[in-house]
């Protein structure tokens, strides 16, 4: 049952062209910068999410490694029980370090961010995102 899990969040994370926290990481900082007026909070905030950016990243990097592990399984006859159950139990206990990782860079960062620019933040992302995509 996890090994059925942790093969779907593999896969989900991993498919198509959009990869996990595209928002956070390729939309957030300009609206970050034009929200938060004050000087050393917005710097603190942008470093912050700096941080989760390049945690995303990693997470995104090291999930399309497994799936790519995971692939050549599947087309190798050889491939044994085990072989799949150790990147399975790998893939978990790195899924569960990185996201540890996310959210905690994640907190850091709403640390400088009040919840009212956070919405704003959030709804200017989203925007730039969808005309992105158009």
């Given at each position: 049952?996890?090994?059925?899990?942790?093969?779907?969040?593999?896969?989900?994370?991993?498919?198509?062209s959009s990869m996990f926290g595209?928002?956070?990481?390729?939309?957030?900082?300009?609206?970050?910068?034009?929200?938060?007026?004050?000087?050393?909070?917005?710097?603190?905030?942008?470093?912050?999410?700096?941080?989760?950016?390049?945690?995303?990243?990693?997470?995104?990097?090291?999930?399309?490694?497994?799936?790519?592990?995971l692939n050549e399984f599947v087309?190798?006859?050889?491939?044994?029980?085990?072989?799949?159950?150790?990147?399975?139990?790998?893939?978990?206990?790195?899924?569960?370090?990185?996201?540890?990782?996310?959210?905690?860079?994640?907190?850091?960062?709403?640390?400088?961010?009040?919840?009212?620019?956070?919405?704003i933040i959030i709804n200017s992302?989203?925007?730039?995102?969808?005309?992105?995509?158009?």
């Amino acid at each position: 049952m996890i090994a059925a899990t942790v093969l779907a969040i593999l896969i989900l994370m991993g498919s198509g062209s959009s990869m996990f926290g595209d928002l956070m990481s390729n939309y957030i900082e300009d609206p970050i910068k034009t929200t938060i007026v004050e000087n050393d909070r917005r710097e603190m905030a942008l470093d912050a999410q700096s941080d989760l950016a390049k945690a995303i990243k990693n997470f995104n990097k090291q999930t399309s490694k497994d799936i790519e592990q995971l692939n050549e399984f599947v087309e190798s006859y050889e491939s044994t029980p085990a072989e799949f159950d150790r990147l399975f139990s790998d893939a978990y206990a790195r899924r569960s370090q990185e996201v540890e990782t996310i959210w905690q860079r994640r907190s850091a960062m709403l640390a400088h961010v009040k919840a009212d620019e956070w919405q704003i933040i959030i709804n200017s992302a989203k925007a730039e995102s969808a005309e992105d995509k158009k």
